[in-house]
């Protein structure tokens, strides 16, 4: 729907987009505080290490098509191994779902014109980028992290592992913690203090709440890793003991602080996919998610009681009997705000009138994924069968259904979704179908064998099996799996590039969705908003006289806040407008802060302490640097 | 239409897949749906009731997919339900039934099957072995007898066996799925589980916490044998190692007792007492070498002693060069250790 | 809602910089939450503690120490309240005084931490390693709000702004938090003696 601008419209359209614009070339995206371009910075790196983590998976499924195969040595194999549950999982899923879609979206969503702390924003991607090339570093120098993702002492200690293995490992993921506490504080205040005028707590579109859900997560979450990473440093090059019995230490310590992290990281990562398809369920159905505040509740349930679990992780290490059984009460506890989700979903879609488009596609394999890796996951709760599956391919298959079926389908899903919102242009809808179907069956087929070999006596972790053990079929299958989901993984990047040049053009809401990112143009400007948007309900965007009322404030001059580089913030649970903001611009410190501090890092890791203490004091004065100027004062 | 026709097909599929490990007997002896103990039985039963219960809770999420798929046109439930039906349903299947089930499967799992798998006091066992993880191999002793050996354990048959579980270094984990659950071997603590084994026969485990470079050749056997057999067995391996009766087998002492070998092997009645590789002193009365990685044949023993790094690499065994005269001396006198 | 009250004075809301720091103090406290957690893991882990060679923890020195610290925060809040009621020269001194007690509190705590550390070194025990980890990342975050106090005292040099007080509250908010922490930290280094 064209808006028709009056002339003193277009004179405060102009002012903004003086004010907002970012410069040109690289230097623009070197210096750039623009959520929207964070957010693609995220997206391009994270695709990055999803196709590194994918091609780690598929030398090992090549490896472990057969029995006894000599395609990798076992050395090799296990730092693919850990390299893989690393990527994936730090420099894949968690920067894709909260730095790519979460950054490029909730201001949008909220009705702002950027995130709280732009420059902080700027700071955690490259903090991120900085982190993820560390840790490679370590891979391309056959020195990667070995001892699997969560890495357990003895075997990550220094005695078993004398390289820098492990301390790639421990520093890398220590320096992507910061960046990911960075995101976490930004994105907490974002949606508390900058929700448009009318959007009261309880009208917050659901990925909000996902997205709130994460980042309280993550800060509850990542200290207790930061902890347990920093024992193990100390232990392995100081000569500290926090692990081993000799001295008192114990290595269940370095589990219960890991899985204190693990559990809710896990948690971590279905949220925002929670998120996604909370968006694209009420587009597509045409009608608003039933029961509504059940839901967003559950998104905060579902991280909540996530934090109560994670001895469950921890069943066949020898814990006393009440420990199991109160462990295994939570982790049941837990499964009922994901079904509350899953039957609210459903029945949303029943209740409207479904357009199967690729996106909903994408999550009603979502749906069926998540539900089979749930119900897995629930027999785990029953401690027997725990005890007996752990560290077999039965749990392989159950997390790999729930972070690559749950967890990434609506991320593929909410690509096509949101991509003609990013781009402008519209993605090919068959292609986008077949896609669809060739990641899914590639998905079953990858990874639902693997339940069967878990019962069958497959233990994880392992570089080669022999003959005879009735397990080459299901491996084969699996590996054969691997590769049709890689071609449907290629298939819709294939789409997506194509169409990025060659689709054609989509206006600024082709599929009639509800929330305020389909209320600005596609791709929207800097400023997002000529008018900061007033809300009344919490499908913002379907309600068109509200949306009439934004195109009259900007003949009339209101809230378009064009006398700065401005956005409004509002009182914390009901959004009453407070104050005005003055957002910080383009600026080099988040770049250069990022620099002192992988140089720190590496310097940790190479052992020339004083060299890091310059670097840390460099960091401290870029610190006072970037505080140095004022908002006002630019 | 199409689309329900698919997903049924792959329902259908899912289920006889599933189906295949039960019938299917070409597996290792590792299968946990061969239960061959009362606990690995209760864990069978276990696992084929939340089966059933799961296949029937998938099967109504994807009947709601494919429903609202064939009811597309129509922006209601089947009986005509609006808002007010969807969020009953929602609450009463998302929380009241779910409850329900987990309920019962917590009373059922978590407080009546625990009780079976659960180890026992040790009081009410009739044996203990004691197996220390070591990377990659498994020590296993018979506490209150002489009795070392490593990889196989021997059992008396349809007798509660207390096997308490420890490691010499990174952490291990003991499992053998026909038998019972998997417990991890912890340094500085003993984790207690219960063998016993309703049959005779020949049981495989292998280690399930990875452990380094050759996490994946750690296995083992359990052999559960007719009691008058496993004491022969005890007691055989309580001996020490037979002397050599040969020259060749006297010069393949020597050569043991002169090379590195006796430095990380122990051979009971004689110098040799290393203690970060197996126990050799009854090695030709094992089926296997290196934890299960090759059949204990001589031209494999030969093979292995001169280079073991090619079948298991990363071990903690060096190659050898060595003559053919040496390799069949130290060949002969390992085979004469009965 | 027709009109919009922007620039309402006084601000409704507390400011986006004091949030942050509120975030920030929640995962700094989850954070020796693992710390004090692994105290009494460990602790309760082994037959004796301290360990057999390892002195018992001492009572006086520790608390006085604390007690000055905890007591800094009297300068703290009353520079707050000078500086938002506009009186620039009163903040600037009490945080100054606050700053220096800290300063001489850290330079107490850096001496002990030596003097301590070649007595019952970390690379003996569980316990001396996670003794000194615990008072290390305790005095850490101590240096860090001493050098955000100096920071504050620097820009505030020239003038007062809502940008600079907001920093002052931030400040504040950290150092209380610094504070209530190093009562926890002691009550946990000294649950021996207790």
Known sequence: MAATVTEPGLERVRRLETIWDEPHGVLGWLTTTDHKRIGLLYFFTTLVFFGAGGVEALLMRTQLSQANEKVLSPETYDQLMTMHGVTMIFLFVIPMTIGAFGNYLVPLMIGARDMA????????????????????????????????????????????????????????????????????????????????????????????????????????????????????????????????????????????????????????????????????????????????????????????????????????????TIQLVFFAAASMMVVIPSSIQIYAWTITVNLGRPDFRAPLMFIGGFIAFFVLGGLSGIMFAAIPFDQATTDTYFVVAHFHFIIFGAAVFPILGGMYYWFPKVTGRMYHEGVAKASFWLAFVGTALTFFPMHMLGLLGMTRRIYTYPNGMGWGAYNLSETIGAFILTAGLLMIFANLAYSRFRGPAAGPDPFGGGTLEWSTTSPPPHYNFPVIPVVRSAYPNWDRE????????????ELVFDEGHETPAATVVDAVPDEVLEMPSESPWPLVLSVCTAGLFVMLLVRHYVVAGVFALLALLVLAAWHWKEPEEE | MLRSLWRAATIAATTAALALPAVAHADGGQNMLHPESKQAHAIWTLWWVMLGVSAFGFAVIVFLLVLGWVRRDRASLPFGGGERAGTAIVVGAGIFVMIALLSALFVWSDIFVLKTTEAPAASSTRLTVKVIGKQWFWEVRYPGTA?????????????????????????????????????????????RILLDADRAGTYRGQCAEYCGLQHAHMSMFVFADPVPVFRRWLANEERPGRAPATAQERLGRRLFMSMPCSGCHTIRGTPAAGTSGPDLTHLASRTTIGALTLDNTRSNLADWIQNSQRYKPGNKMPGFTLTKTETGALVAYLERLR | MNSFAYRAEPRLARPNGWWGIAVFVATEATLFGTLVGTYFFLRFDSAKWPPPGVPEPKLTLPIVLTGVLVATSIPVQLSVRAASRGRLGAARAALLLAAVVQAGYLAMQLHLFVHDSHEFPPSGSAYSSIYFTMLGAHDLHVLVGILLSLFILLRTASGLTEYRLTGLRATAFYWHFVNALAIAVVLTQLSPRL
Request: aromatic share 14%; hydrophobic share 55%.
């Open chain 1, 117 to 320: 702390f732009p420059r902080m924003n700027a700071l955690s991607y490259w903090l991120f980028l900085f982190s993820g090339v560390f840790i490679y570093v370590g891979l391309f120098m056959h020195a990667a992290p070995n001892a699997g993702w969560f890495n357990y002492v003895p075997l990550a200690l220094k005695p078993y592992n004398p390289g820098r293995n492990i301390d790639f490992y421990a520093l890398g993921l220590i320096f992507n913690s910061v960046s990911s506490t960075a995101a976490a504080i930004n994105f907490i205040v974002t949606i508390f203090k900058l929700r448009a005028p009318g959007m009261s707590m309880n009208r917050m579109p659901l990925f909000i709440f996902a997205m709130l859900a994460v980042s309280l997560s993550l800060i509850f979450a990542l200290p207790s890793l930061t902890t347990d990473l920093v024992f193990l440093e100390l232990q392995r090059n100081a000569g500290f003991h926090f692990f081993d019995v000799a001295h008192g230490g114990s290595p269940l310590l370095w589990q219960h602080l890991f899985w204190l992290f693990g559990h809710p990281e896990v948690y971590i990562i279905i949220l925002p996919a929670m998120g996604i398809a909370t968006s694209i369920i009420p587009t597509f159905a045409k009608r608003k998610m039933v029961a509504f505040p059940l839901v967003a509740l559950a998104e905060l349930l579902v991280a909540f009681i996530g934090f109560g679990v994670w001895a469950h992780h921890m069943f066949a290490t020898g814990l006393p």
């Open chain 1, 546 to 557: 509200d949306r009439e009322a934004d195109r009259a404030r900007l003949r009339r001059g």
């Open chain 2, 147 to 191: 009795a070392v050996t490593a990889n196989e354990i021997h059992i008396p048959v349809r007798t509660r066996v207390n096997l308490e579980g420890t490691t010499a270094d990174v952490i291990h984990s003991f499992w053998v799925p026909e038998l019972n659950r998997k417990t991890d071997m912890i340094p500085g603590q003993v984790n």
